[in-house]
């Protein structure tokens, strides 16, 4: 439950073209628009500054696709964020994420990631704890996606665990529709979320 308005038919005028805006972007790109960008609408400005670089991130970035979507996932998973889960895990396998990959971030059994997936993971459990990245690590990626991968890793890390944020602040849900393999239960982010010293 929240006092936001969620419908965007009855967001202000303003707050109404800017969603057609969003959809109309993201519709062109395949994608579809809703969840926490309803939410975000009832502060257009913020909405269309966030919209801006997680459209960069997502269509525009350094990052190979896989490895976006290895990042919105565990993020997802770790946070228990049920609606960016489902609204990424088509895409995760449309963009060749492979399938033993995905079951490992589903299941928490990241000590069987292969490479690069182990890597980046190895970098967004710093992210999580709101830890230095050690040099090697970042050296590591670098070598695989350059400086501005690795900027790109720690950027991703922060920006979906704002929405994960949003999602569970404002109680937004994934629809009734999804199948039981895309519903996670709301649970306590994992202890490397927690740590934040």
Same mark, same amino acid.
């Given at each position: 439950m929240t006092v936001l308005d969620?419908? $965007?038919? %009855?967001? =202000? $005028?303003d707050a109404q073209a800017l969603y057609e805006k969003m959809a109309a972007r993201?519709?062109?790109?395949?994608?579809?628009f809703g969840g926490p960008y309803l939410a975000l609408l009832n502060h257009p400005e913020l909405a269309c500054r966030i919209e801006e670089l997680g459209f960069f991130l997502k269509f525009e970035g350094a990052l190979p696709r896989t490895i976006y979507q290895f990042i919105v996932l565990t993020i997802a998973r770790t946070t228990g964020a049920g609606f960016?889960?489902?609204?990424?895990?088509?895409?995760a396998r449309a963009a060749g994420l492979p399938p033993d990959v995905i079951d490992c971030i589903a299941s928490a059994r990241t000590e069987s990631l292969p490479q690069?997936?182990?890597?980046?993971?190895?970098?967004l459990t710093k992210t999580m704890a709101w830890q230095l990245v050690p040099d090697d690590l970042q050296t590591r990626a670098a070598a695989e996606w350059g400086k501005h991968g690795v900027v790109e890793i720690v950027v991703l890390s922060g920006f979906y665990q704002m929405f994960a944020a949003i999602?569970?602040?404002?109680?937004?849900? $994934? =629809?009734?529709?999804? %199948?039981?393999e895309c519903r996670?239960?709301?649970r306590e982010p994992a202890a490397v979320a927690t740590s934040r010293d």
């Open positions: 969620m419908n $965007p038919s %009855t967001l =202000p $005028p993201r519709k062109s790109h395949g994608e579809g960016e889960w489902q609204d990424h895990i088509e895409h690069p997936y182990a890597l980046v993971y190895a970098i999602n569970q602040g404002f109680d937004i849900h $994934p =629809p009734a529709a999804c %199948t039981a996670m239960r709301r």
